[in-house]
């Protein structure tokens, strides 16, 4: 995977090849600390989305809704696994268009335990298969991501229909944009290491658009929801973090340096976003508090993801900051100044904390800032090269996701009768209480 | 006798405990209850929603004593749970017409 679009240019440019051809090359040698650490990374983004992002979740709704929101996440990763064995794979990493994979490696087809994936380092390669879990569980998280802003209101099987869909016709084209030698964002240069578009972009307005069609929770702004454990919340922050080393170091593809930087960065940021925001929440309503710290520590993770291996520790450290503050004002304000129903802030955190690390991704890789760009480096060109690419990331997860919702809400229905949803779905979509004192 | 019902701050809960049993009185029911009266409630906050607790937890002790007892074990509770600030709580003490026993199907003033 080719994370960073300038540096494969340049590999591709010097062996005097299409990036694509490079890629099939045989001439790929494997290295075992490589592998060893690329299945490490794999498991350790398994384990942001089970237990981390479900118990980030859980914590956050209220009682009578926990297992509802753990079984969406655990159910619709299960979809997200077997989507990206059966097509998704080959709809984002395939040789094809701009826009989309092709089709030749539909179930994984041709793909032994020989073959091998190209890294950022020449005539290097890594296990395909390795490559394929884990780029399965970006897809998984990305689209687990969206119930947040759903939650307390979706029936479980609407959701698993919607993220099977929306892996098809937004997911996989997006991640071959941007990530794939032959793709649209790639090929304009676009930095994106981890999945500040693909992922954390792209499940914000999904989940926008998700809040949108679906409509709020009944008593909104007029009953309590205040979140029923934040115990569990910061058991899953903290397992998201710990988790996000695999996420963005892993996305070197290479145990080297270059994830040694995302790792410090992985860091930084996040520290930097927990202080930002509870600074802010000190001075504006007068008491730091944890959920706070919480949400600011994502903030930082989502805004260093595309910058995880082109920022030095000062630009994390700023992303985070800014990301934070930018986060708390729109979910501790302008959210509720627009009656929005982002539930658990899934635009207010990934959406707008994936802006803004895309966009300043520009920024902070410049030499001038501490980056490990080239010397060459112009900030203003990769600076608009990201604002077109945040662009289309909105604009082609707004169309999708307007889409796939419309067909699940047809097929299926989206939300649970009124009376169930003040009963609880956990009591009435999965027959369970998660607390039988 | 009398049913005697007070609403206390949680954590006089012992001590009214204890003034009761010095008082004389051999048993009493407790439970955990919310309430308001001059006693606000806190305001929390998560990611901007506040949300204002109009209710503020209290204990309920609930005894029913003879009526001769009735004024010395009000005021063992007066004493105890009072701290001179707002939301100390009430008292009340209301009759009662039969109290039974289950176990021996003793009556009245045999039965508390």
Redesign the interface.
């Known amino acids: 995977m080719h994370r960073t679009g300038l540096r494969f240019a340049a590999l591709a440019g010097l062996l005097a090849l299409p990036a694509a051809a490079s890629a099939a090359a045989p001439a790929l040698s494997v290295d075992k600390g490589d592998t060893a650490w690329m299945l490490t990374a794999t498991i350790l983004v398994l384990a942001m989305i089970l237990p981390g992002l479900a118990l980030f979740y859980g914590g956050l709704v209220r009682a009578k809704n926990v297992l509802s929101i753990l079984s969406q996440v655990l159910g619709i990763t299960a979809v997200a696994i077997l989507v990206w064995v059966g097509w998704g794979y080959s709809l984002a990493f395939d040789a094809g268009n701009a826009f989309v994979g092709g089709t030749s490696k539909l179930f994984l087809s041709g793909i032994t335990g020989e073959s091998l994936s190209p890294t950022f380092s020449a005539g290097i390669g890594i296990p395909e298969l390795a490559f394929v879990a884990f780029q399965m569980t970006f897809a998984a998280i990305t689209a687990s991501l969206i119930v947040g802003a759903l939650a307390e209101r979706v029936r479980f099987g609407a959701l698993l229909l919607f993220s099977a869909i929306w892996l098809t016709i937004v997911y996989a084209p997006l991640a071959h944009m941007v990530w794939a030698p032959d793709g649209l964002i790639f090929g304009w240069g676009a930095l994106d290491f981890a999945g500040g578009t693909v992922v954390h972009i792209n499940s914000g307005v999904a989940g926008l658009v998700g809040a949108l069609i679906a409509g709020k929770r009944l008593g909104f702004l007029r009953e309590?929801?205040?979140?029923h454990s934040l115990s569990l919340t910061l058991a899953g922050a903290g397992l998201l973090w710990v988790g996000w080393f695999g996420f963005n170091a892993g996305s070197n593809l290479e145990a080297t340096g270059g994830a040694a930087i995302a790792m410090i960065n992985t860091f930084v940021a996040p520290a930097a976003g927990v202080l930002a925001w509870m600074l802010a929440?000190r001075l504006v309503?007068g008491?730091a508090?944890l959920?706070?710290g919480a949400?600011g520590a994502i903030a930082g993770l989502v805004a260093v993801t595309p910058a995880a291996g082109t920022s030095g520790v000062a630009g994390a450290a700023g992303l985070g900051a800014v990301a934070a503050f930018a986060c708390?004002g729109f979910?501790?304000?302008l959210?509720?100044r627009l009656r929005l129903d982002d539930s658990l802030?899934v635009f207010?955190i990934h959406g707008i904390g994936g802006i803004i690390g895309s966009i300043g991704t520009g920024l902070v890789s410049s030499p001038l800032l501490g980056g490990f760009r080239p010397e060459d480096y112009e900030i203003a060109a990769q600076t608009w090269i990201q604002i077109k690419a945040v662009a289309v990331a909105v604009g082609w997860s707004a169309v999708g996701s307007a889409i796939a919702f419309s067909i699940v809400r047809l097929a299926l229905g989206l939300r649970v009768p009124p009376d169930a949803e003040r009963e609880g779905l956990d009591i009435t979509d999965h027959g369970e209480r998660a607390y039988n004192f | 006798m009398k049913l005697i019902i007070a609403i206390i701050k949680p954590f006089k809960l012992e001590e009214v405990r204890d003034a009761l049993a010095a008082a004389g009185v051999q048993g009493m029911t407790v439970s955990e209850a919310r309430g308001f009266g001059r006693q606000k409630g806190q305001t929390?906050?998560?990611?901007?929603?506040e949300?204002t607790t109009a209710f503020v937890p209290k204990v309920r002790v609930e005894a029913v004593v003879p009526a001769g007892l009735v004024q010395s074990a009000v005021e063992a509770i007066q004493q105890a749970a009072n701290t001179g600030t707002i939301g100390d709580g009430k008292i009340f003490v209301l009759d009662v017409d039969q109290a039974i026993r289950i176990r021996t199907g003793e009556r009245d003033d045999d039965a508390i």
């Open positions: 309590m929801t205040p979140p929440e309503s008491k508090s959920l706070g949400s708390y979910v501790g304000s959210k509720h802030d207010g | 929390e906050l998560y990611r901007g929603a949300y």
